[in-house]
Nanobody, 121 residues
Framework: QVQLVESGGGLVQAGGSLRLSCAAS????????VGWFRQAPGKEREFVAA?????KYADSVKGRFAISRDNAKGTVYLQMNSLKPEDTAVYCC?????????????????WGQGTQVTVSS
């Protein structure tokens, strides 16, 4: 069982930066791939980035967002730079056992509650 807790969301102006954190419980955190997803009001859940031994990004965030992990701390980070109003959403992290990173949210078994990111124009 893995429990995930996100933090770091908030209100930022366009062009600004935020760093989200996803803190995981469990002693085998390094065995899990972790993804970030986001959902804006009235829109479908959207893949943002994922990491295991490799990383994957949505085209919409490539070059602006960076995902990283600290297995010793059991934490995955999402550094978000050059934020745009269209990045406004609730951001959730999710975990799945194994090394395969996938953009498909149904492949993830554990989810956090989410953190709100609002980018003002």
């Amino acid at each position: 069982q893995v429990q995930l807790v996100e933090s770091g969301g908030g209100l930022v102006q366009a062009g600004g930066s935020l760093r989200l954190s996803c803190a995981a419980s469990g002693r085998t955190f390094s065995s899990y791939a972790v993804g970030w997803f986001r959902q804006a009001p009235g829109k479908e859940r959207e893949f943002v980035a994922a990491i295991s031994w490799s990383t994957k990004y949505a085209d919409s965030v490539k070059g602006r967002f960076a995902i990283s992990r600290d297995n010793a701390k059991g934490t995955v980070y999402l550094q978000m730079n050059s934020l745009k109003p269209e990045d406004t959403a609730v951001y959730c992290c999710a975990a799945r056992l194994g090394a395969v990173v996938t953009t498909e949210y149904t492949m993830y078994d554990y989810w956090g509650q989410g953190t709100q990111v609002t980018v003002s124009s």
